[in-house]
């Protein structure tokens, strides 16, 4: 059984460029959440995918975008870059019968440096 | 406005000792509370986790323990290790909800 893996883990970019962030869910979980974390604090939730809608969404601007494809996997894109939004961002997969029951797995996340 | 608050920040103790760490909420309609163990360049892993219907739960050296009137819960760790040396966050999630709250955080070194 495979963790959450996310791609890449360290990428740099400069303001007004967009990023794109992949993530693998943990084997047989059809749920996936993003959270962001700043250095120092706690992750802060963006949005999560079910079933291949989007099913919450935290305090997060709509130039955070996101998708879940039919293998559960998911992507978060970021349009016009700032420099706030350097942050380690972190997926997490679970799996539930209904959303907001389910144990999060969360993966070693993609450190993203906006100069 | 922080939902779920942490402390200490930061705590030091030596091999053998106990570890505390506290939160408090404010939403009653919190009904899950994990706490998560995150060593660096890694991400959060689970730790433990309680519904507000058993005030204790103890899991090897781990233990949370609930008070609902007081709407606070703290995270024990007896017989620190170094290798318990770690950021851990204690978190919230409504009932249905698919938001985990999370706190900022307590920095824990366990001194050989």
């Known amino acids: 059984e495979t963790g959450v893996t996310q791609s890449p883990t360290h990428l740099i970019k400069t303001r007004g460029q967009q990023v794109t962030l992949r993530c693998s869910s943990q084997?047989?979980?059809?749920?996936v959440s993003w959270y962001q974390q700043a250095l120092g604090q706690g992750p802060q939730f963006i949005f999560q995918?079910?079933?291949?809608?989007?099913?919450g969404r935290g305090n997060f601007p709509p130039r955070f975008s996101g998708l879940q494809f039919p293998n559960y996997s998911s992507e978060l894109n970021v349009n016009a870059l700032e420099l706030d939004d350097s942050a380690l961002y972190l997926c997490?997969?679970?799996?539930?019968?209904?959303?907001?029951?389910?144990?999060?797995?969360f993966g070693e996340g993609s450190r993203l440096t906006v100069l | 406005q922080q939902q779920v608050k942490q402390s200490p920040q930061s705590l030091i103790v030596q091999k053998g000792g106990i570890s505390i760490i506290n939160c408090a909420y404010e939403?009653?309609?919190?009904?899950?509370f994990p706490w998560y163990q995150q060593f660096p360049g890694k991400g959060p892993a689970l730790l433990i986790a309680i519904r507000p219907d058993v005030s204790e739960k103890k899991e090897g050296r781990f233990t949370i323990s609930f008070n609902k009137s007081a709407k606070q819960f703290s995270l024990h760790i007896m017989d620190s290790q170094p290798g318990d040396s770690a950021t851990y966050f204690c978190?919230?999630?409504?009932?249905?909800?698919?938001?985990?709250?999370f706190g900022k955080g307590t920095k824990l070194t366990v001194n050989p």
């Open positions: 978190a919230a999630r409504r009932g249905g909800s698919e938001k985990l709250v």
């Open positions: 997490a997969s679970s799996l539930s019968a209904d959303p907001g029951t389910g144990e999060l797995f």
């Open positions: 939403n009653t309609a919190f009904d899950y």
């Open positions: 995918y079910y079933r291949e809608e989007e099913n």
């Open positions: 084997s047989g979980h059809n749920t």
